[in-house]
Each structure stands twice: as structure tokens, then as C-alpha cells.
């Protein structure tokens, strides 16, 4: 995990999970991680063992949090030399930005550091916080610096918010479950405006639901929080299985707030 820099003062967070066999690349990185314009690409690429030349690209939008009207990513072409990829606790460089037809758009720097190194520094944040006589007991309730990089290692849809999903699937299996302490959030679940789940208990078990999309029409789900359960906020996990793709997510809402999920064909 890490961050794009595109001039001094914007930076964006971004993941990248990949795997290297015999040199080729495969993956798939997200950027603005639980942001208003996540978006998730795979990736593919390459490692050169002997020469340690590394290089990515992303080449296939999965999904996005950004409008789809007038819909044009701009995707990064990462190249540099790693040593010891599968080793190597961080590297960085310059990306360019092509757009899906090859024009150049924004281009930048690529900072990345391993998802241990990140958790392990949060830890030591967290020690020096509650050890300090300067913060207020308040704030060391509050504040915590591994939570916050746990939050950015997972996606999540907040209040209002709407990820589209492209697929390529005419199915597309649509499961929701409580992936933590099961405490009796309970939901409302609307397909293209059809309440499908009513009053809806969460519980450890999937609800899995088969949805069908169409060309050139769009499924879109709508999750309503009737409550917060017993521990505040009402979280649904969310898992997204097509040909292609497995997508997980989460929504995070306090009552009656609600989030959209819109299934985009692509065929």
C-alpha cells in the first residue's frame, strides 16, 4: 500500500496485490482506497530477475466510485528497476498515465511499502500515543493509527455513495453477510427499486442472491440500515463473485442512510 503523488500537494492512496510467476506480473491495484473515487484495475507486467527491471500497467477497470457519464480512467503504466521483488519491503518512481486508447494524461510519482511495514509503524504510533501525558484520554479513545491503516487496506461504500461495476457476466452472484461480531444489524434491500430484503437480520451465514444483467441496461442495488445494531455503525459485507471477478466490499451506514452498487454490462 501507498500513495500516487501528482503535483506536491495531491496524493491519493493506492493499493497493489499481485502475483509473480516465471516473471509475469498479475494483480490488481485500487486507488482512493474508501474514497469517493475508488476504483479497482487489474493489472498486468512483468519482473526481470537479472536485470530487476519491473514494470506494470493497468489495463481493465472492475469498478469505480466515479461518475460513469462521459467515463474516461486514466491508467497507470508503472516501470522501474526493483531489486528483489519478492523481498523488497518498498520501492518507488515515476508512473505515466495513458489513457485507454494510449494518450497520455496526468502522470506522477508511485510511493509503495508493504502492508506490514505500514501496520507495524501504526503499532509503534499507537504505543507512543498512549503513553503520552500531552493527549487527553478523549482523544486516546478515539484516535487510533492501526485502524485507520485497517480501514485503508479494505474498500468500503459510505453514505450516498455509488460503485459501479462492470462486468461481463449475464450472472452475477450478489452475497451479503456480517464478517465481524454478529450484533443484529438489520437492512432493507432494493434491486432496481424492488424491495427484495425486508427488515433484514445480518448474520455470519451469506445471503446470497443471483442477479441477471442485461446489455446496455444497469442493475442497481440499494442497501437501506434500518438500524445500527449494538455497536455502531451497521456494516455489510459484501462479496461480488462474476466470470472474472471476486469484489469485496463493505457498506458502512448509521440508520436509515443508504448505499448503491450499480452493475454495469459490458458485453
Do not use: W
Not at 486508447?101 to 502492508?115: A, I, Q, Y
Not at 507512543?128 to 500531552?134: F, G, I, N, P, V
Not at 453477510?177 to 427484495?196: E, F, P, Q
Not at 444497469?218 to 449494538?230: H, P, S, Y
Amino acid at each position: 500500500m501507498g500513495a500516487i503523488k501528482l503535483n506536491d500537494s495531491a496524493f491519493i492512496s493506492y493499493k497493489l496485490v499481485f502475483e509473480e510467476t516465471d516473471g509475469t506480473i498479475k494483480g490488481y491495484s485500487i486507488s482512493d482506497l474508501g474514497g469517493p473515487y475508488e476504483t479497482k484495475s487489474n493489472i498486468t507486467g512483468s519482473y526481470n530477475q537479472d536485470t530487476q527491471d519491473f514494470s506494470f500497467k493497468e489495463y481493465d477497470i472492475v469498478y469505480t466510485k466515479s461518475p460513469v457519464d462521459n467515463f474516461d480512467m486514466c491508467l497507470v503504466h508503472f516501470s522501474n528497476s526493483v531489486r528483489k521483488l519478492k523481498t523488497n519491503k518498498m520501492f518507488e518512481g515515476k508512473f505515466e498515465g495513458k489513457y485507454i486508447d494510449s494518450k497520455p494524461c496526468l502522470s506522477g510519482d508511485l510511493f509503495m511499502t508493504s502492508v506490514e511495514i505500514a501496520q507495524a509503524r501504526a503499532e509503534k504510533i499507537d504505543k507512543k500515543l498512549q503513553k503520552s501525558k500531552r493527549v487527553s484520554a478523549e482523544i486516546k479513545d478515539k484516535f487510533s493509527a492501526g485502524v485507520t491503516v485497517d480501514t485503508l487496506i479494505q474498500s468500503s461504500i459510505k453514505k450516498g455513495e455509488n460503485l459501479n461495476i462492470f462486468t461481463k457476466s449475464k450472472e452475477v452472484i450478489f452475497s451479503i453477510y456480517d464478517s465481524g461480531k454478529v450484533d443484529n444489524d438489520r437492512i432493507n434491500l432494493y434491486i432496481n427499486d424492488k424491495l427484495v430484503l425486508e427488515n433484514f437480520s445480518l448474520t455470519a451465514k451469506k445471503q446470497k442472491i443471483i442477479l441477471t444483467t442485461i446489455k446496455d441496461a444497469t442493475v442497481r442495488v440499494r442497501i437501506e440500515a434500518i438500524n445500527e445494531g449494538l455497536s455502531s455503525p451497521n456494516t455489510v459485507k459484501i462479496e461480488i463473485l462474476d466470470n472474472d471477478n471476486l469484489i469485496s466490499t463493505r457498506t458502512i451506514l448509521n440508520t436509515s442512510e443508504d448505499a448503491f452498487i450499480t452493475f454495469i454490462n459490458k458485453i
